[in-house]
């Protein structure tokens, strides 16, 4: 990749979490006009009409129409004019760690830059008529094998579009160095696992041919938490994810992330957040 001289393996590489949030064309929502997100993640508007103010480690940046404006994952304020219109590609570039592989924030001419819409064309194309009327939390939805990896091939076009645009502009890659081999294929055994499957740390530590004991002290040293902690982390991005698609109901949200009952899931995310659920949508 030109500008991109990482001396990385497929294996590396292959630890990379690479998700589509959503993607959508259209005008902003009035309740997303004025609002500070959470970050988390990637974003890349093109702005076809009005403007908009984004303001993002103490610095502000404006974009027109005929913009492509990039920040995330840290936090941002955002505020649009009335009646903007735009193409929103949110998405996660990150290692296991949680690091995301780069973090821009700059505006670029979207006539400059044409391999950033040749690439976002047929992505938000298929979206429309696989996952017609959806704008958030495309990976809680079902797909078929075809519908999946027709997605995932454009997807990857799209990263690749969007990654050498950022990199020739100078934004830093961040490199996932030193993560022991085990914590790895652990790493990719939690990322697989539904979550109707209860979560059994004796068959992980089995799976990777260390006892309990070792695997969390490793896991700990170079990932910041436990197996469990890492799996809880997963299941709550999952649950705010589905929360902020309003028609998806609360009850159907417990259900698909393994909760016994929606009481039980209310009193975890409560836990985990200090919100209950209904809080969490109300505020986002």
């Given at each position: 990749?030109?500008g991109?001289?990482?001396?990385?393996?497929?294996?590396?590489?292959?630890?990379?979490?690479?998700?589509?949030?959503?993607?959508?064309?259209?005008?902003?929502?009035?309740?997303?006009?004025?609002?500070?997100?959470?970050?988390?993640?990637?974003?890349?508007?093109?702005?076809?009409?009005?403007?908009?103010?984004?303001t993002?480690?103490?610095?502000?940046?404006?974009?027109?129409?005929?913009?492509?404006?990039?920040?995330?994952?840290?936090?941002?304020?955002?505020?649009?004019?009335?009646?903007a219109?735009?193409?929103?590609?949110?998405?996660?570039?990150?290692?296991?760690?949680?690091?995301?592989?780069?973090?821009?924030?700059?505006?670029?001419?979207?006539?400059?830059?044409?391999?950033?819409?040749?690439?976002?064309?047929?992505?938000?194309?298929?979206?429309?008529?696989?996952?017609?009327?959806?704008?958030?939390?495309?990976?809680?939805?079902?797909?078929?094998?075809?519908?999946?990896?027709?997605?995932?091939?454009?997807?990857?076009?799209?990263?690749?579009?969007?990654?050498?645009?950022?990199?020739?502009?100078?934004?830093?890659?961040?490199?996932?160095?030193?993560?022991?081999?085990?914590?790895?294929?652990?790493?990719?055994?939690?990322?697989?696992?539904?979550?109707?499957?209860?979560?059994?740390?004796?068959?992980?530590?089995?799976?990777?041919?260390?006892?309990?004991?070792?695997?969390?002290r490793?896991?700990?040293?170079?990932?910041?938490?436990?197996?469990?902690?890492?799996?809880?982390?997963?299941?709550?991005?999952?649950?705010?994810?589905?929360?902020?698609?309003?028609?998806?109901?609360?009850?159907?949200?417990?259900?698909?992330?393994?909760?016994?009952?929606?009481?039980?899931?209310?009193?975890?995310?409560?836990?985990?957040?200090?919100?209950?659920?209904?809080?969490f949508?109300?505020?986002?």
């Amino acid at each position: 990749m030109q500008g991109m001289e990482m001396k990385l393996t497929v294996e590396d590489w292959s630890s990379l979490r690479a998700r589509l949030l959503w993607c959508y064309q259209g005008e902003v929502a009035p309740s997303n006009r004025r609002e500070i997100t959470q970050g988390r993640r990637l974003t890349a508007w093109w702005i076809h009409a009005g403007a908009v103010t984004v303001t993002s480690r103490g610095k502000s940046l404006s974009a027109g129409e005929g913009d492509w404006i990039f920040c995330g994952p840290e936090p941002w304020e955002q505020s649009f004019t009335g009646k903007a219109r735009l193409l929103s590609i949110n998405f996660h570039l990150e290692w296991p760690s949680g690091d995301s592989l780069v973090e821009p924030f700059f505006v670029i001419p979207a006539a400059d830059h044409p391999a950033l819409a040749a690439a976002a064309k047929p992505l938000l194309a298929l979206l429309r008529r696989k996952f017609p009327g959806v704008r958030v939390d495309l990976q809680g939805l079902s797909a078929s094998p075809t519908a999946f990896f027709q997605l995932q091939q454009l997807f990857s076009a799209w990263v690749l579009a969007y990654l050498e645009t950022v990199l020739a502009l100078g934004v830093l890659p961040a490199r996932m160095t030193g993560v022991d081999p085990r914590v790895q294929a652990a790493l990719r055994l939690l990322d697989r696992q539904g979550w109707e499957v209860r979560y059994r740390e004796e068959a992980l530590a089995r799976q990777v041919g260390l006892s309990v004991g070792h695997l969390d002290r490793l896991f700990v040293h170079q990932m910041g938490t436990t197996p469990r902690g890492y799996l809880q982390k997963r299941r709550l991005e999952s649950a705010r994810a589905r929360l902020r698609e309003p028609v998806m109901a609360i009850k159907k949200v417990a259900y698909e992330l393994g909760f016994s009952s929606p009481a039980h899931f209310s009193h975890w995310f409560r836990e985990a957040t200090g919100q209950s659920p209904r809080e969490f949508r109300a505020a986002d």
